[in-house]
């Protein structure tokens, strides 16, 4: 299986700041007959199913403010939130779907400074 | 727009079968890909398994226990756990597929907790 690992597992952030979480794979999840990374990312909040955010490691989901985005390749990500609100207070995972079983990340958890 | 709607049992006694029941509504369950996912209490998330109108996978850890069906007349399907013991208590969550199948989960339902124990 390929192994998701997040950081750090929570962060606090003032309002108005980036917010940053980085997500590693154990193996790429590049696949290059498409140029595409399998790799998307999600946020959850209490007592909430978890919202599609990001796919293909940079593709905002319709709906999804501008100020998540998603960058790249190979192994390494992130999500970026460049202007943290207060609604953002949540949980972040990142999952991979290059590889069955499709596996996510431990979360990170992000909150107010 | 896609909806979908957990129900079942919340509570199943040890080495007994969890079956849960998603009913989708906003999208034909033929013409997409389904999938299962838990989360435990306070831990992180885990795909059981998908299945589309031709095919069905599960993850190897539980694939020897577990089964999904469809019942296309009342667009629904169905999760079948066997043999559960307390590391089986999860909130349950079915979801929908990315666009032709891809595995990433763009509509979700809210979730049921399922508690196993005597």
């Known amino acids: 299986d390929i192994v998701m690992t997040q950081s750090p597992d929570s962060l606090a952030v003032s309002l108005g700041e980036r917010a940053t979480i980085n997500c590693t794979s154990s193996?790429?999840?590049?696949?290059?007959?498409?140029?595409?990374?399998?790799l998307a990312w999600y946020q959850q909040k209490p007592g909430q199913p978890p919202r599609l955010l990001i796919y293909w490691a940079s593709s905002r989901e319709s709906g999804v403010p501008a100020r998540f985005s998603g960058g790249g390749s190979g192994t390494d990500f992130t999500l970026t939130i460049s202007s943290l609100q207060a609604e953002d207070v949540a949980g972040y995972y990142c999952?991979?779907?290059?590889?069955?079983?499709?596996?996510f990340g431990q979360g990170t958890k992000v909150d107010i400074k | 727009q896609v909806q979908l709607q957990e129900s079942g049992p919340g509570l199943v006694k040890p080495s007994e079968t969890l079956s849960l029941t998603c009913t989708v509504s906003?999208?034909?369950?033929?013409?997409?890909?389904w999938s299962w996912i838990r989360q435990p209490p306070g831990k992180g998330l885990e795909v059981i398994g998908y299945?589309?109108?031709?095919?069905?996978n599960y993850n190897p850890s539980l694939k020897s226990r577990v089964s999904i069906s469809a019942d296309t007349s009342n667009n629904q399907f169905s999760l079948h756990l066997r043999s559960v013991t307390a590391a089986d208590t999860a909130l349950y969550y079915c979801?929908?597929?990315?666009?032709?199948?891809?595995?990433?989960?763009?509509?979700w339902g809210r979730g049921t907790l399922v508690t196993v124990s005597a």
């Open positions: 979801a929908k597929l990315g666009a032709l199948g891809l595995g990433y989960f763009d509509y």
């Open positions: 999952q991979q779907y290059l590889s069955l079983p499709w596996t």
């Open positions: 906003g999208a034909s369950i033929i013409n997409y890909y």
């Open positions: 299945f589309s109108y031709r095919s069905t």
């Open positions: 193996q790429s999840i590049f696949y290059s007959s498409n140029n595409k990374n399998y």
